[in-house]
């Protein structure tokens, strides 16, 4: 006891940092996941208590599953997660399923690199607030087999790249706002008719537009539901939808279809629901004869061929419900119509019927609603005695006669067929909150909206039916071993798209409350359809509510009334203490939150005026001050994941701005650090520099003695990843000549038209990045000099630069003029033939192609030379002048090379003479990278294609 309590106050710390780092070196998850799942969390709120400590795998985090010490999934739905999606979630490659739904408050855009998840299986995030296109990096997703995304609010096309999905068995895009043709390929681009092996294609509720592609349909496909519905599509419907015997859901309904609907729309026996309603639907009604199993049938509100009744839909055996409001029927209803045997509503309103309606005697019990209002039907008369079938003819002949008062004469209130079942128990009064199950146990419920797309049935009444959907919603529970005591089903009504919704009440088994991972796999049966409900359900959605009691009381504010009374009658005095300290960490709170507006209102506040370097607040253009804590943020604290790339100048890192915007940080390393005024000349002369070719600076940090540079992230990594293949990019010859063509621009921007006009001195295929759309973008003109007027056009300076590319001529005279750029400049036009590195094998590549070359023979000779990725299949139109114009770059002597404003001029010639407007720069021969531009912002970041590390003039050359 005595040496114990003696001991070292020094030593405990000790032992207590041992046993710590004992704890971390046991750590079970992957040291890449870790950083991953940090990031991850550092861009949420409300993530589960669990989510501390180091070791998502080993400390069991809630929602994260892991297979060997790699995360395998994420699945946190319903938790009131707020915030966004961090890119890094690309760093997870063995990630098999993300699971997001029902967290309405997180959204943002959905990051490019999520297409380097390449064995992602199920993909869901129904229900939150994910705006932004839909990045075509989806389509790299080769393993995907589920993806919802519905109820969001993403916008843009359809990625085209989704074809590529060969494995997808399950696509919900339903209820977004995405706009557009529904893409199919062309050859040379994907689309959604290579889907051959999906079953469903739910894209309802968009804002999708142009004609059905009748390419789009095919006999080889194996879809069950077609839910098209409310949508800006038009031209009429393509016959090779009735190729698809598969079909069982078909949705066209809500959309501006014209043209009459084609007549082989009956070889689909399988089909029980067909909605065509409310388009513009042309010629005769279509004659559905023969699709015996047909349930729902809506075709209401079209321009159809007025017509009598027709025959064949008194022989659709399967009817439960007729939907032809507006159809221009005219004539009277035959009476066998009535005894279909599961008829259940028939809505005929607003057209022509006439004559006398009789129902006969042979109709059903199940039959509950006949709505004929506005027709002109002159007689009815109910049988006394017989069950009564809600019959409405408001605003016809036999209604406008004087003196009825008759009750279809009405227009009866919506009457709220409320279905439960009676409770074999005594339900209790329970506690705020809490419900009394169909078991009659106080609990708090998981809830949310079920909501049936296409029912087979008009109304949920039938107790058979309400029987069957609550044990098939328990039946896919308890197979996945879920503590679920009872659902229960409440308040239908359908919504103003014809779906039917439910509220679903789930009660959990043992205790009064769900925990965290129940209430996940829950929705998680319930957002991937695991829960697969029978006929007559069909498709669905169901919309989760977000799960406040997991600690077995309410967690949100209803309930933190009673929770401070019973504090304060037990414990008066501490809850007094409690509010106190309360009250001053809101003040130190508040205090720092106004130091930190004061800061970002006046972002040089912190300029190092302590140093005597003389520097005051920098004049920027455009750029903005980070502070060190905000990058620290933005970084993961600088984490080895994110560290991109070095060189001798130091680290640069990858970060993620709460805008989602992707940044490069360069981050001085000590030795590296220049003084103050360096720093600020450097920062104002980069913030000064805006052209589409450069790579932009954002801002900068100079705080806690760190310099860093802010730049934009360039998605699609350096030229020379692409031309040794690295990077996967393909670059054929026009996208070579538009690459040159850029970098040609940025570079004669810093020379002409920059003040003061910059040399750049390390040109390379390093420094030249390419982004979402193959643009080219000169990187790391920071490190250059000016060209000070008093200079008269050279600098004389330490030689800088890389080995290969450097100018024989500066290298000798140690005089800089812009002419040393132009030379490296022709080196990289010879690399961009070649994709071969300026010396390789001791061979240098300048000397190689001068004596190689005959300019009599076809292609100069240079067959050999030329890299096959540049298509040597095609002509290769230009090229001859390409290499005369490298050759010029290249020359001994700097007076003799062209300025590079010459250069782009000969380049812009070169892409006209091979068939290119040159000022379409982007433009590219293949579509596919058009839609990427349009419909997706970003290219997945991939750690190995990516390489800022050339991006740093080398402090010191090797002579050559
Ligand atoms: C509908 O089609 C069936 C079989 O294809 C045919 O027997 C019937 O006469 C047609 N009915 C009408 C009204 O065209
Ligand atoms: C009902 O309408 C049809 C077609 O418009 C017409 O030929 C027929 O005479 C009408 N029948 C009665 C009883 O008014
Ligand atoms: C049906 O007719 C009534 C009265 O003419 C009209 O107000 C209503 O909008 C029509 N409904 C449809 C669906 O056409
Ligand atoms: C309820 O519906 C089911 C299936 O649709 C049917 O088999 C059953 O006969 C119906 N029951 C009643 C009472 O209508």
Redesign the pocket.
Known sequence: MRCYSEMNPKILVFLLVASLQICSIAARTDIDDVAAVKALKGMWENTPPSWEGQDPCGDQWDGIKCINSRVNSIQLSSMGLKGQLSGYISDLQELQTIDLSYNKDLGGPLPTSIGSLKKLENLIMVGCGFFGPIPDSIGSLQQLVFLSLNSNKFSGQIPPSIGNLSQLFWLDLTDNKLEGPIPISTGTTPGLDMLIKTKHFHLGKNQLSGRIPPELFSSDMRLKHVLFDSNKLTGSIPSTLGLVQTLEVVRLDRNSLTGPVPSNLNKLTNVSDLFLSNNKLSGPLPNLTGMNILSYLDMSNNSFD?S?FPPWISTLQSLTTLVMENTQL???IPTRFFSLPYLQTVDLSNN?L??TLDIGTSYRDRLQLIDLRNN?I?EYSPIPGQKQVEVILVNNLVCKETGVSADYCTIPRPNSSNVSLPNNCEPIPCRSNQISSPKCKCAYPYTGLLVFIAPSFSVLDNKTNYILLVQQLMDSFSSKQLPVDSVSISNQRKDPFSYLELKLEVFPSNQDHFNRSVISQIAFVLSNANFNPTKPFGPYFFHGDSYQYFAGEATGSNNSLNTSIIIGAVAGGFALVLLLLLAGVYAYHQKKRAERATERNNPFAHWDSTQSSGAGVPQLKGARCFSFEELKKYTSNFSEANNIGSGGYGKVYRGILPSGELIAIKRAQQISLQGGLEFKTEIELLSRVHHKNLVSLLGFCFDQGEQMLIYEFVPNGSLRDSLSGKSGTRLDWIRRLKIALGSARGLAYLHELANPPIIHRDIKTTNILLDECLNAKVADFGLSKLMGDTEKGHVTTQVKGTMGYLDPEYYMTQLLTEKSDVYSFGVVMLELLTARKPIERGKYIVREVKMAMDRKKDLYNLHEFLDPGIGLETTLKGLNKFVDLALECVKESGADRPKMGEVVKEIEDILQLAGLNPNNESASTSASYEEAAKGSPRHPYSKDSFDYSGAFPPSKIQPQ
Request: charged share 0%; aromatic share 0%.
């Open positions: 007025a009598n005219q004539g009277q022509t006439n004559g002109l002159a």
